[in-house]
Every structure is written in structure tokens, then in C-alpha cells.
């Protein structure tokens, strides 16, 4: 009995300081009830949970999705999306590793180990799907434009022709634009936030990306920028893992879907992204 009350005691205080580490009431900070033994063994979900850490691929510069705060730690719904996955492994914050990916190094980082999984505003489609596959969406954005706000000659892409157009190497609506609209003069770079200084100098017209990643720069800069015409393609966001892991992916399906069911998805869209942007309805899980 007193061998019990002993080990009690001792229980309880190591969960007080495991509280006082996380220093906040975040529920989705902690890990989630989860042993590394309900995973099959072998598989990544059961690897990830005995380490008890994961590294996860994310934007940086991205307000709304994924921004580093002055802490060091990325914010955004990108990161609640990883943190949701990361607790059904069992992992909370303290478990993961946020490592910036770009938009021309996410494949690479997936197919050379780098990262586990990738949440970074990833479009879905066939061309990534040759070199990495995909859960999700667990979001639908497209691609817009982004002008000064004093602008009145750009409205739409059909605009951009001889416009010199800032967007990022490795991105979708780099090849959207290469192949739909040639005539406008693309200048790339690997972060979109490089495009902002050049479009407030008037180096550049334009900045072309995903709708939502622009109104993310748009509620950063009030009064600077503004968004013109409407989204003109279609940028499915998933959860890149490397290619042929077809467990970890239908793993990430299940804990999406369940996201959307049990409202932990609203959750962390409300106090992220949505604390500016409508909130859309849940996407549809496309299990290919
Ligand atoms: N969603 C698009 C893509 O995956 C644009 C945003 C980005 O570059 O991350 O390429």
C-alpha cells in the first residue's frame, strides 16, 4: 500500500512538471493518449511513436499558415494541422522538430529523409505525386494576384502580359504561369516574403501565389496591398509524405477525417487563419 502511495505521489508529481514544462493550456499541445505498440510494428507510425519525436517540414514566412513568432516556433494553421497528426503519434510540441522547406526543396527533403511529413501549403498533384505522395487536402486554396493598393491596371492574370511578376521557384503557380500565361516577365526567388520588398519599391508589378498566402501579407501590411480578380486555379493543400508509405498516408487520412468530424480542424482554423479568413467547409479526403 505504501509501496502504491509512494509511486503515486511521485506520478503525480512528474505530471505537474511535465504541465509546468508546457507552461500553457493548450490542449493540442500535449501528446495524445497514445502508445507506440497500438501501431503496427514497422511502420512509420510506430517508429515515429516509440522516438517520441518527429521532424516536420513548413513554411516560415507564410502569415496565417506557417510564420515563425519570435520564439523560434512556427505558427500558422499548417502547424495546428502537423501538431494534430504529431499528438495521434502520441507527440506533443516538446516531440517536434519544425524544419523551413521552401517550395522547390519539399520532395528533396521527403525523399532524402530530412522530414517525416510536410505541411507547407503543399498543392496536391499528379507531377509531385511521380516523387512523394499526399494525404489529404484539409484545405482548398488558389492561386490570385497581389498589387499596391494604389494599382488599377492589373485585375486579373490576363493582365501580367510584359508585367514583371514575382512568385517562387518550385511552386505551382510558378508553372501555372509559365505555361498559361508566358508573356508576363517572371522573377523567382525561394521565399515569398522576398517578393514584398520589390513590390514596394516597384521592382516588380506583381506577386503571384495562392490566394491565401497574399491575404496572410495583406493583414501583415495594412493599407500596402491588395488582391486582384478572382482565384484562377485550383491548389488542393496536403501532407506530403515520402512516396510509397501507403500506411503513414491512410494514418494521416484517418486523423484529417476524424479532424474535421470531432472539430479540432475548426479549432485550429479559428485561431489561425480564420481570424481573417471565411471559413471554408471541410474538404473532401481524396484516398487515391
Ligand atoms: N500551393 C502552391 C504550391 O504548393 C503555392 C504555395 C507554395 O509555394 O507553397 O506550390
Request: glycine share 10%.
Amino acid at each position: 500500500m505504501r509501496m502504491r502511495y509512494t509511486a503515486f505521489t511521485a506520478l503525480m508529481a512528474s505530471a505537474a512538471l511535465v504541465l509546468a514544462a508546457c507552461g500553457g493550456d493548450d490542449a493540442d499541445e500535449e501528446a495524445g493518449d497514445v502508445e507506440a505498440s497500438e501501431f503496427e510494428e514497422g511502420t512509420t507510425m510506430a517508429q515515429l511513436a516509440e522516438a517520441g519525436e518527429i521532424t516536420i517540414g513548413t513554411k516560415f514566412d507564410q502569415p496565417l499558415f506557417g510564420l515563425q513568432a519570435p520564439s523560434g516556433e512556427p505558427v500558422g494553421f499548417d502547424i495546428e494541422i502537423a501538431k494534430i497528426i504529431a499528438s495521434e503519434l502520441g507527440i506533443g510540441s516538446d516531440g517536434i522538430e519544425w524544419r523551413e522547406t521552401t517550395s522547390a526543396n519539399r520532395e528533396e527533403f521527403l525523399k532524402g529523409g530530412q522530414v517525416d511529413m510536410v505541411v507547407a501549403t503543399y498543392t496536391i498533384n499528379d507531377e509531385r505525386k511521380q516523387e512523394v505522395d499526399f494525404a489529404g487536402p484539409y484545405y482548398n486554396a488558389g492561386q490570385s494576384i497581389l498589387v499596391l493598393e494604389d494599382n488599377d491596371e492589373i485585375g486579373g492574370p490576363e493582365d501580367l502580359a510584359g508585367k514583371d511578376v514575382c512568385t517562387v521557384e518550385g511552386s505551382t503557380p510558378a508553372q501555372n504561369m509559365r505555361d498559361n500565361y508566358p508573356e508576363a516577365n517572371l522573377d523567382l526567388t525561394d521565399t515569398y516574403s522576398n517578393c514584398l520588398e520589390p513590390l514596394r519599391q516597384g521592382q516588380v508589378d506583381a506577386l503571384t501565389t495562392d490566394n491565401v498566402i497574399l491575404s496572410g501579407f495583406i493583414d501583415q501590411n495594412p493599407d500596402e496591398f491588395k488582391l486582384v480578380g478572382e482565384p484562377f486555379t485550383e491548389e488542393p493543400y496536403g501532407v506530403g509524405v515520402p512516396k510509397g508509405d501507403d500506411e503513414f498516408r491512410s494514418f494521416i487520412n484517418d486523423v484529417l477525417e476524424e479532424s474535421f468530424d470531432d472539430g479540432r480542424w475548426l479549432e485550429a482554423w479559428e485561431k489561425t487563419a480564420g481570424e481573417v479568413l471565411e471559413t471554408p467547409d471541410t474538404p473532401e479526403v481524396d484516398r487515391y
